[in-house]
């Protein structure tokens, strides 16, 4: 028996599928898997008297190593096709010290600083009727409910089940229960928790994890032009969520687009929290050749700023590198500028820069409003032929102050190679 179909078995066997099942056309040729080599180096500068003000902490660097071997089995023949799919993550420290631990690259030790070694694997069944998925084991979701974030060393991933539905022509149906999740800089799954940070004025009595998170949404393509989508999400006992989209690209003349993003999401508490938030933003962009000029605005309403599950990427049109912009009574602008440089002829090279200003945040009776503002770059080369094709270079650089949370300088370096395995 060749390894391929010895692994092949063992991975079937999760699902009861014979090996006969398995080692069809359709299973395997539909089969795709890639490891990405992922090389990041991190540093954040507490740029206010006595550091971080959680901790005293002067700086976070560490620099690290990750590997990410993502593999999609295609479907068994049949009315139900049965296949697998898979994240398998290895990082490794490569420097880290002198109290500069916490940047979420690496899994933390007991003492305050980071494990040399981290590793974990995701995998999810999943059967097949027609145009419908259901997956069930642990795996990534991006939607409007919930979206897992990759923008450490390693993706955080979800324990749960999920199906989706194609079966009207431009209309997908999303539902999912979630059970637990394993953050980006953890190795263990956990249960799930509210972002209660900031200015936000979430509390939770009552307790802040819970494991059962669920929602039900959908998204339609109404026109060529435009999409609307809506979900309803539930992380119980502690908030109730609305959420809504609209999306416009209309065509202006040869190369000239302006795209509109209008995003509305209504939280209320579920038992055990206080939270009340309208979340209303919306991003106008105007596209020409290779340029996109974008204005956005935000603002935050009710008794508390927006919820959201802890350590995920939040819908909110002003949620960037660091910030979130989502605090209580926040009002919020940006400016954003894109240019890919294919447009003069330098495929893979895309340079993007952005400025955010927040105010009107509730920082308590005895104090004035808050105020903050943000202020990122990013340049990005992705060697497009030759012997470095597919290899990436990517710096991230962003500058925050405020007056009610820390002022942060910060520079991000990733390097990634994303080798195709077939």
């Known amino acids: 028996m060749t390894k391929t179909s010895l692994a092949l078995a063992v991975a079937a066997s999760t699902l009861g599928l014979s090996l006969s099942q398995v080692a069809n056309a359709a299973f395997i040729e539909d089969s795709k898997a890639s490891v990405e080599a992922r090389n990041f180096y991190f540093n954040r500068d507490f740029r206010q008297e006595g550091g971080n003000s959680s901790n005293g902490q002067s700086k976070a660097e560490e620099w690290a190593q990750g590997f990410i071997l993502r593999a999609e089995s295609g479907y068994t023949e049949g009315t139900v096709g049965f296949g697998l799919d898979a994240i398998g993550m290895l990082g490794f420290k490569l420097d880290s010290g002198d109290g500069t631990a916490g940047t979420g690259l690496l899994t933390p030790d007991r003492s305050g600083g980071s494990q040399d070694y981290s590793s974990d694997l995701a995998v999810a069944a999943k059967a097949k009727i027609s145009k419908s998925v259901l997956k069930v084991g642990s795996m990534q979701y991006k939607n409007m409910a919930i979206a897992s974030s990759d923008s450490r060393l390693t993706p955080q991933v979800f324990s749960g089940g999920q199906l989706v539905s194609q079966e009207i022509e431009g209309l997908t149906l999303d539902a999912a229960r979630i059970r637990e999740v394993n953050n980006r800089d953890s190795g263990d799954y956990e249960d799930i928790s509210i972002a209660s940070g900031g200015r936000r ?205 820390n002022d942060i300088d910060e520079n991000r370096l990733i390097v990634s190679y994303t080798l195709p395995l077939f």
């Open 201 to 405: 004025g979430i509390t939770t009595p009552g307790g802040a994890t819970t494991d059962k998170f669920s929602y039900l949404g959908g998204t339609y393509k109404v026109t060529k032009d435009l999409t609307a989508a809506y979900y309803y999400s539930e992380l119980e006992e502690l908030y109730k969520q609305n959420s809504f989209n609209l999306v416009h690209v209309l065509p202006l003349a040869d190369k000239q687009t302006l795209k509109t993003d209008v995003r509305y999401a209504r939280s209320t508490d579920d038992g055990r929290s206080n939270v009340d938030n309208k979340a209303f933003g919306a991003m106008v962009t105007y596209g020409l050749s290779g340029h996109a000029f974008g204005l956005g605005y935000q603002k935050m309403s009710g008794d508390t700023g927006a919820a959201y599950i802890n350590g995920t990427d939040p819908f909110l049109v002003n949620y960037v590198q660091i910030g979130d912009f989502a605090n209580k009574d926040e009002t919020s602008w940006q400016a954003r500028y894109d240019f890919n440089f294919a447009s003069i002829g330098i495929p893979g090279l895309t340079f993007m820069t952005r400025y955010l200003t927040g105010d009107n945040v509730d920082r308590g009776a005895a104090a004035s409003d808050g105020q903050e503002w943000e202020r990122n770059t990013e340049l990005m080369y992705v060697f497009q032929d030759g012997a470095l094709k597919n290899l990436g270079v990517r710096w991230r650089n962003a500058s925050v102050r405020s007056n009610f949370a």
